[in-house]
């Protein structure tokens, strides 16, 4: 049970949420948080602007109000480490390769995107930082990424992986074996599992038992913590801990992050698909939750922070965004000659 | 007789078959979603409740297999797979189960279950979300496989599917949704008697298609047509088993075979096809080598410059028959 003093439960959309506690965080720190998470924010919402214009082909699954995760995440890793991905992964990609421009050139399908074009948003990679794969098969990713772990032990690399996934995807029976083998061989992989409460249409109480689903972890002796996935101060806290330790020893570890996406399941309409039990209500509750407005005002509360300097990040940001989507506008799609390229590495 | 869509034929099979058969019930992801399978099971939820049409967790792998106990015990299920890449988490269900469930004890058992497969290709997907993969099916003994492609077996095929005594895999196209034709009333017809259909007739060279390959090739022959080409179409229908009878007929008469898959070249369809109708014609027959048209030797690629080339269309078929073939 998620409980908070009384209050109502974490994934409860009227849930009391405390103020971000960011005591004994570097200052810099919280400031690459706020940069990083609004940075990825704006390329989701220019993405969703694209697709309605008809820009974009493929189609985009958006994880705005969910970029608490990656960010928090990502900040302990480093390049050698190997991190798996999803459907709706722009956000795991961007929190370790901030390229804006090789993502939008990729939901453009352009030739200079972080798949050479050949991906989209729902395949994604960025080898040199250890991104190795975002896939749309749902758990799809989980046991490369055991594997990926797997791998890192026997070289004794002290680099570790990371699964990012949905509550949705802990349905798959991939899921829990991936569980159980990372458990008995000790894998150091950190199962990061976004639980937004709903897969497609679908709120977790017409698919499980209960709404969270850290009872798995439990059930395989994995050590876990439920955290507020909009809260990317407690984010970082809980993966470092983890991380630090599995760095160590290996040993898999699990994270679930209850959070909310703003957008419906696919594109950039609010109300499509947006399921049986989410209304707009609940939806505006949510985004009272905003992982980076909490971040920002904890912030400027603890006078470390203003609104002057929150006004010119926001530009900042503008300005990224904006100059990396008219760079990727301009790049070329990918050799019509092309198709038959790199279906086998050895030609 | 009243004018319907492909989609909609397939919901009144449904409704046909939930409305007759209080053993029919449907489970699959997005059943209690109004767009999620493109109008084919709309408001079937409402209409017969949630008890036979179950939105199910992710879980591709228990559904189906539940679904073929089920099956086993009496009922007819029908899975519904919206897209036939996620599938694949239910391969042991249907290839090691379902599949032999009946050879294996003797006849004493069986597992009548439906698989609604689709297939859903195009917008810039990609590899995981384009497969057609009805061919590997088709290579197993115990799984019948069909695929409809016009709006009347779409309907017919649904309800011959869940009535046959075998697991059939049911394979439905979106690209084939828009269609429309006038239905005749529903008459039940034995699975064992769907045989491959003509569709047009023609003497100079016949061309064999399944499911959405079937309308690509009508829509060429008629182009050919007014060319002076005169190409005789056949749809599959049932590709497994696979019976080739009335297409060898028509190859002795045309003398030439050209086959159209949604799938791969290699160990595909279109390999099957040509294969039984050659080893049953004398070697001489042929006017031309046999020839088939598949996808690239490639996964679907995302960018919508490669699928232009990717997928077969009609100008496709028409310049490879005007370049490969002299009447
Ligand atoms: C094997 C498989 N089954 C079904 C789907 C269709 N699908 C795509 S995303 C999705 C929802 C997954 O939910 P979750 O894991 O919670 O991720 P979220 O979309 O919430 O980020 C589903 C069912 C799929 N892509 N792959
Ligand atoms: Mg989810």
Redesign the interface.
């Known amino acids: 049970m998620i409980s908070d003093g009384g209050k109502k439960v974490l994934e409860d959309p009227n849930y009391i949420f405390a103020k971000l506690n960011i005591s004994q965080i570097e200052h810099s720190y919280l400031e690459d948080f706020l940069m990083s998470m609004s940075v990825i924010r704006a390329a989701e919402i220019k993405i969703a602007e694209a697709k309605k214009n008809g820009l974009i082909?493929?189609?985009v699954h958006l994880g705005v109000g969910q970029e608490a995760i990656a960010v928090g995440v990502s900040k302990n890793l480093r390049n050698t480490d190997r991190i798996f991905g999803a459907h709706r992964s722009h956000s795991h990609v961007l929190g370790v390769d901030n390229d804006l421009h090789k993502l939008f050139a990729e939901v453009l399908?352009k030739n200079t995107g972080f798949s050479s074009?050949?991906?989209?948003s729902?395949?994604l990679a960025s080898k040199s930082k250890g991104f190795l794969g975002s896939?749309?098969?749902?758990?799809?990713t989980v046991p490369l990424a055991v594997g990926a772990g797997l791998a890192s032990k026997l070289q004794k690399s002290g680099d570790i992986a990371i699964s990012y996934l949905g509550d949705?995807?802990t349905?798959?029976?991939?899921f829990h074996e991936s569980l159980n083998f990372a458990r008995v061989s000790n894998i150091p992989i950190l199962f990061v599992v976004e639980n937004n409460l709903f897969?497609?249409?679908?709120h977790m109480s017409?698919?499980?038992p209960l709404n969270t689903i850290n009872r798995f972890a439990k059930a395989h002796e994995i050590e876990t913590k439920l955290v507020d996935g909009n809260d990317v101060v407690e984010i970082y806290r809980t993966s470092s801990e983890f991380i630090r330790r599995m760095r160590l020893k290996p040993e898999p570890y699990l994270i679930e992050a209850i959070t909310y996406r703003w957008f419906g399941h696919v594109d950039w309409r609010e109300d499509?698909?947006v399921?049986?039990a989410r209304s707009k209500k609940d939806l505006l509750n949510w985004k009272k939750r905003d992982p980076i407005k909490r971040l920002s005002d904890a912030m400027i509360n603890k006078k470390i922070w203003t609104i002057e300097k929150q006004h010119n990040l926001d530009l900042k940001v503008d300005e990224l965004i904006h100059a990396n989507w008219e760079k990727a506008l301009h790049d070329d799609?990918?050799?019509?000659k092309?198709?038959?390229d790199n279906?086998y590495k050895y030609d | 007789m009243i004018s319907t869509t492909y989609s909609d034929a397939i919901l009144s099979a449904f409704d046909y078959l939930l409305k007759n058969y209080p053993e029919v019930f449907v489970l699959g992801q997005g059943l209690w979603s109004p767009w999620y399978v493109g109008n084919t099971m709309k408001n079937l939820d409402k209409k017969y409740g949630k008890d036979r049409i179950i939105d199910t967790p992710v879980s591709e792998s228990a559904c189906t297999g539940a679904a073929v106990g089920a099956s086993i015990c009496g009922m007819k299920p029908i899975i519904v797979h919206p897209r036939m890449d996620f599938m694949l988490y239910a391969m042991d269900s249907i290839v090691n189960q379902a599949a032999k469930w009946s050879y294996m004890f003797g006849g004493q058992l069986n597992a009548p279950v439906t698989i609604r497969s689709i297939i859903n290709r195009g917008g810039s997907q990609g590899a995981q979300h384009s497969q057609a993969l009805h061919s590997w099916f088709a290579h197993i003994p115990g799984i019948r496989v069909v695929m409809p492609s016009t709006v009347q077996d779409a309907r017919d095929l649904l309800i011959s599917s869940v009535l046959c005594p075998d697991p059939v895999i049911y394979i439905d196209d979106r690209w084939l949704y828009e269609q429309t034709a006038d239905l005749k009333p529903i008459k039940e017809t034995p699975l064992n008697d769907v045989t491959p259909k003509c569709l047009k007739e023609g003497d100079q060279i016949t061309i064999v298609g399944s499911g959405y390959s079937t309308l690509l090739a009508l829509n060429a022959s008629k182009k050919l047509h007014s060319d002076g080409v005169r190409a005789e179409v056949f749809d599959l229908r049932v590709i497994n088993p696979f019976n080739s009878i009335n297409i060898l007929d028509s190859v002795l008469k045309t003398k030439r075979l050209l086959v159209i898959d949604s799938g791969w070249k290699s160990c595909g369809m279109a390999s099957e096809v040509i294969t039984s109708i050659v080893e049953n014609i004398p070697t001489n027959t042929l006017i031309d080598p046999p020839r088939r048209i598949t996808l690239p030797d490639c996964p679907a690629p995302s960018s919508e410059v490669h699928e232009k080339d990717y997928y077969p269309n009609e100008e496709k078929i028409i310049k490879f028959i005007n370049d490969e073939y002299y009447f």
């Open positions: 082909k493929g189609p399908g074009g050949m991906g989209g729902m395949h896939v749309p098969i749902v758990t799809g949705g995807a349905e798959e029976g991939v897969s497609s249409h679908m017409l698919r499980q499509i698909d399921g049986v799609f990918p050799d019509r092309s198709l038959l279906v």
